[in-house]
């Protein structure tokens, strides 16, 4: 078992940047494939981007891509996402998971989850 911490969250502005830190404890988080998901108000939790269990492999929402950039250190058990260009769609509660071994893409793919940080970008 494996849990999850993430920070780094707030209020910023729009074209803003953020890196949001997901800290895990317990089982050795390269165990795991890892991702990013987010949950808007009212909205159903939706993929942001993912990185397999040894960082080859990235995978990213079409709406994020080429602005967030995802990483791991295994080392240190952390995973990150680095977000810039920030847009005022990007606000919702961003959530850590630790899933299948290619990174989990989809909720049902994801066996861990921390307890979320709020993204509020203003426009």
């Known amino acids: 078992q494996v849990q999850l911490v993430e920070s780094g969250g707030g209020l910023v502005q729009a074209g803003d940047s953020l890196r949001l830190s997901c800290a895990a404890s317990?089982?050795?988080?390269?165990?795991?494939?890892m991702g990013w998901f987010r949950q808007a108000p009212g909205k159903e939790r939706e993929f942001v981007a993912a990185?397999?269990?040894?960082?080859?492999?990235?995978y990213y929402a079409d709406s994020v891509k080429g602005r967030f950039t995802i990483s791991r250190d295994n080392g240190k058990n952390m995973v990150y996402l680095q977000m810039s260009g920030l847009k005022a769609e990007d606000t919702a509660v961003y959530y850590c998971?630790?899933?299948?071994?290619?990174?989990?893409?989809?909720?049902?793919?994801?066996?861990?989850w921390g307890q979320g940080t709020q993204v509020t970008v203003s426009s």
């Open positions: 990185i397999s269990r040894f960082g080859g492999s990235t």
């Open positions: 998971a630790a899933g299948i071994a290619t990174g989990p893409t989809r909720p049902r793919e994801s066996h861990y």
């Open positions: 317990g089982r050795t988080l390269s165990s795991y494939g």
